[in-house]
């Protein structure tokens, strides 16, 4: 386990330079593993495992995200099909659509690309998903199992977090685990994936989200600091505990003029000052976010096993 200070009664010591944890390079390791799976499933089953994609709306962020989906399935062999719908959809316009791809053999994975138009319900959306092709793991059944210690499917971000842990070496077992951010798709059940036990996980785990009386007090406490609020630089250096590993799950645009497109991505995290601060860090981008889309590849490949066992 990494040398975490548990002294903060002293001075910090500003000449730490963190450790970059490289999603990029375990990212990849992971979509090598899937390709051999893929390669293995089609000899045994004549066929490759598949993701449909649902798109709905114009959402820019949501047409990139499935873009770069596609073009992952495509490279780790496996098919895929985007199915694009106008903002005008109706919600049991939607859930038909979903409804037929549960009967369809040739997609063993179904995601529905969030967030959904307002006048939608994600969570009822969800629902009709057939929790044996709920890749994205938000299907209660699936919730329920994972919190059960039974996981069929997890969402594919807190996987990428426990794996990336993982291969960097930092032991999870007894370390004391904050997590900034309680959403569905990520605080949630990122906090029942590693107080589990078994490997990557059986950790002391605390939760803090809008209610939490002194956020700064909970994060000074954390071994493992993983931040996921969608609200760009506000874990500061002040919040984190010398020698602390920390995970920046958050990704926005901010402006930044001297860019020639205006804009420039950015975690929860305030990099630079945490960076001095703490013993190994995720950057943004590079971090978690490659591992999402590797971990989302990584279940499809397990529905389509899962599938072909009943």
């Not at 992952?72 to 959809?89: F, L």
């Not at 659509?97 to 969800?126: C, E, K």
Request: charge should be positive; aromatic fraction near 4%; proline fraction near 5%.
């Amino acid at each position: 386990m990494h040398n975490l200070c548990r002294s903060y009664g002293t001075k910090w010591r500003r000449n730490i330079t963190a450790r970059i944890i490289d999603g990029k390079t375990i990212s990849a390791k992971v979509r090598a593993e899937v390709s051999e799976g893929v390669r293995t499933f089609k000899g045994a089953e004549g066929r490759a495992p598949g993701l449909v994609a649902v798109l709905v709306g114009n959402d820019a962020a949501s047409h990139t995200y499935v873009r770069n989906k596609e073009k992952s399935c495509i490279e780790v062999g496996m098919t895929t099909e985007v199915c694009r719908m106008p903002a005008s959809t109706t919600q049991d316009e939607l859930t038909t659509v979903v409804q037929a791809y549960n009967s369809d053999p040739r997609f063993d994975g179904i995601l529905v690309q969030l967030p959904l138009p307002r006048h939608m319900n994600a969570a009822m959306v969800t629902r009709f998903i057939n929790p044996l092709k709920d890749v994205d793991g938000l299907h209660p059944e699936n919730m329920g199992l994972l919190l059960a210690g039974e996981a069929r499917f997890v969402p594919a971000t807190p996987l990428g977090v426990q794996r990336l842990l993982r291969e960097d070496g930092i032991r999870v077992e007894g370390a004391r685990v904050v997590i900034c951010g309680r959403s569905n798709i990520v605080g949630k059940p990122l906090a029942a994936l590693l107080m589990q036990r078994g490997e990557g996980a059986n950790a002391t785990v605390t939760v803090c989200h809008t209610g939490t009386r002194d956020l700064a007090v909970e994060t000074r406490r954390a071994d493992i600091l993983i931040a996921a609020t969608g609200n760009p630089r506000s874990i500061t250096a002040d919040m984190v505990r010398p020698g602390a590993v920390v995970i920046d799950v958050g990704i926005s645009r901010i402006e930044d003029l001297t860019t020639k497109s205006g804009f420039r991505l950015a975690g929860d995290v305030d990099y630079g000052p945490v960076s001095e601060i703490a013993s190994a860090i995720t950057p943004v981008p590079g971090g978690v976010g490659p591992m999402t889309i590797a971990m989302l590849l990584d279940n499809v490949l397990r529905a389509a096993q899962l599938a072909t066992s009943r």
